[in-house]
């Protein structure tokens, strides 16, 4: 049984930084993707940045290219997203998501069909 648990987030000024991360079990031997989506208020969920256990390549929206980075402990079967130089405009539910046998870029664009979902957690830039 695949889980994502996530751990991280909360309330900080603009140009803060934060540093979310999701425990993965589940998955065996399989190649798969996990992705940090966001969803603000009134808005569609954003696969924000994704990275791959096959490689660790990984991919980043273009909102936040430059500010945020995705990376993985394969040991501590952990994903990282850093977050740097936070915008009020980075105010979301970020979620923890994966999906077996899919490249990183795919596994953002289509955030909507993430296979297994982590609990979400609210991270709120504001001054």
């Known amino acids: 049984q695949v889980q994502l648990v996530e751990s991280g987030g909360g309330l900080v000024q603009p140009e803060a930084s934060l540093r979310r991360s999701c425990e993965v079990s589940?998955?065996?031997?399989?190649?798969?993707?996990i992705g940090w989506i966001r969803q603000a208020p009134g808005k569609e969920r954003e696969g924000v940045s994704c990275?791959?256990?096959?490689?660790?390549?990984?991919y980043y929206a273009d909102s936040v290219k430059g500010r945020f980075t995705i990376s993985r402990d394969s040991a501590k079967n952990t994903v990282y997203l850093q977050m740097n130089s936070l915008k009020p405009e980075d105010t979301a539910v970020y979620y923890c998501?994966?999906?077996?046998?899919?490249?990183?870029?795919?596994?953002?664009?289509?955030?909507?069909?993430?296979?297994?979902w982590g609990q979400g957690t609210q991270v709120t830039v504001s001054s």
């Open positions: 998501a994966g999906r077996r046998r899919i490249t990183p870029q795919a596994m953002c664009i289509m955030a909507m069909d993430a296979d297994y």
């Open positions: 589940g998955f065996n031997s399989e190649h798969y993707a």
């Open positions: 990275i791959t256990s096959r490689d660790g390549s990984t």
